[in-house]
């Protein structure tokens, strides 16, 4: 009886222990991991929503995971793959914050017999991209321009163009997307293209080489960032001339940007009215979008990306071939590709494409009609 209770404390310690040990396991920190996923940075709503719906989908497989973020930054993004392919990942999902950069990261995991899946942005000019799961991002791009079109005031409207970051493949797709739609409105004169002197120089070519739109984007780029965005609009606003104000269009690429752009030109009081695009539906957008402030936004829904990304890991680790539905040119080679469709959202549809669909919840919002 005695010896009985002098070894309980030995007992409740090994048995702390395996608690210990069980929790490490399930978050994935100090045990083994199969799938690393590392997005970009945690610093926009955006990669955010990923974590989110990557957290949500965790559990529904037999396979443990683990999210890293890069915050913006290539070295810390390689950091965190060597991490990972330290913990044993077969398996890693990865939204490059350079696309050129991270080759040398998904070399690294394609030599240590790493799967390799670029996801919603390609990680560019290398052999180390086994699959990639993406918007249709050429298609977030028409829907922009198309938006811009269908809602232009007469002739001669002047057009404000905005872009994302260069290092980032996804920003030429949109880019073109809008382009290959505004163009022939810019040469029929529906559109007058007001801050981009290379756009002007480009204006009658529809289809336009990478060095050409790189021109175009490296003039009016945000690089991603709010801030850089609202620097720009201020600049743009302040040299321009009176024919350039009034009722506008602006070409945004993403709701960040969006946002704060919209705020300059709401406050130039020579701007009579302005259409401005967005996409990602982050809810403060979704708010500018109820209040009038952002006209609309492309919806892109990350539900579908993630199970995309989880069920081509699943079908990996599992020893399957992963469905594709195309392959997109890296540069260096075609990567087979998983494409998931886009939606155009604007006060008409919001409440049906964010709120019924059970994305957001109408509590998230005021004045939802
Ligand atoms: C993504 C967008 C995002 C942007 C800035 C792009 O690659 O596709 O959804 O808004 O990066 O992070």
Known sequence: MRKTW????YVLVILMLTVMVAACGKNGSGSKVDVGIVLPTKDEPRWVQDEKRFTDALGATKYKSEILFSQG???KEKENVDALIAKGIKVLII??????????????????GVKVISYDRLITNTDAVDYYVTFDSVAVGKAQGQYL???AKGKGEP????AGAA?????FLFFQGAWEVLQPKIADGTFKIANSSEAVTLSQQKDLKRE?????ISQVTTNWDPNEAKNKA???LTSAAADLKGDVAILAPNDGTSRSIADVFASDKDIKSFVVTGQDAEKASIQYIIDGKQSMTVFKDVRNLVKDANGMAVSLLDGKTPDTTGVQNNGKVDVKAKQTDVIVVDQSNVKAALVDSGYYQASDFTGLK
């Open 6 to 9: 002098k070894a309980i404390p």
């Open 73 to 75: 930054s290539s070295a």
């Open 95 to 112: 939204c490059p914050q350079d696309g050129d950069a991270a080759a040398a990261a998904a070399e690294k995991a394609k030599s240590a």
């Open 149 to 151: 079109i269908d809602h």
């Open 159 to 162: 057009l404000y163009l905005y």
């Open 167 to 171: 290092t980032d493949n996804n920003a």
């Open 212 to 216: 050409e739109y790189s021109k175009i």
């Open 234 to 236: 201020q600049t743009h």
